[in-house]
């Protein structure tokens, strides 16, 4: 019987993979939810288009970041990410900043919003199906 069968909701299974996983792996979520809510609407279509991230995208993104809504410093962070030039260097590093309990509910709601609603239709037993044993080491 797979670990996945004991939860009743998806409630219950979101908070049990962003609990009890190891938190590199609610990391990853995070930064997952990070560049889809902030980073990649900034660019939007251009994006979906060339499939390349540009200086000033980078850019934008620092200057635009809401820091301030997820309890971070502004010019603390914004000098810990000042030189890097990869979007997946500056999102790890801004997640790094976050206290713990912010990580864990931006990763529940990216997780319920987007695995859950969008991507299993908001089927429970499809949401089960989907999650990857791998990625949250179960």
């Known amino acids: 019987m797979s670990v996945l069968n004991q ?3 998806p409630d219950e299974l979101i908070d049990f993979l962003v609990v009890q996983t190891p938190q590199s792996t609610t990391d990853d979520a995070c930064c997952d939810a990070m560049l889809v809510e ?8 251009r994006f979906e288009q ?13 200057d635009a970041f809401p ?10 962070t914004r000098k ?7 979007i997946r260097a500056i999102i790890d590093r801004v997640v790094e900043q976050l206290p713990v309990e912010v990580k864990n509910e ?18 429970f037993e499809v949401f089960k199906e989907s999650v990857n044993p ?5």
């Open 80 to 86: 810990a990410i000042d030189k890097l030039r990869s």
């Open 106 to 123: 931006i990763a529940r709601q990216h997780i319920k919003r987007i695995w859950f609603e969008e991507n299993a239709g908001s089927d």
């Open 38 to 45: 902030h980073f990649f609407p900034e660019i939007g279509p």
């Open 134 to 138: 791998q990625y949250w080491k179960l």
């Open 67 to 76: 820091y301030e809504k997820f309890g971070l410093d502004r010019e603390r």
């Open 50 to 62: 060339e499939c390349d991230v540009h200086e000033g995208d980078i850019e934008k993104f620092k």
């Open 7 to 9: 939860f009743a909701t």
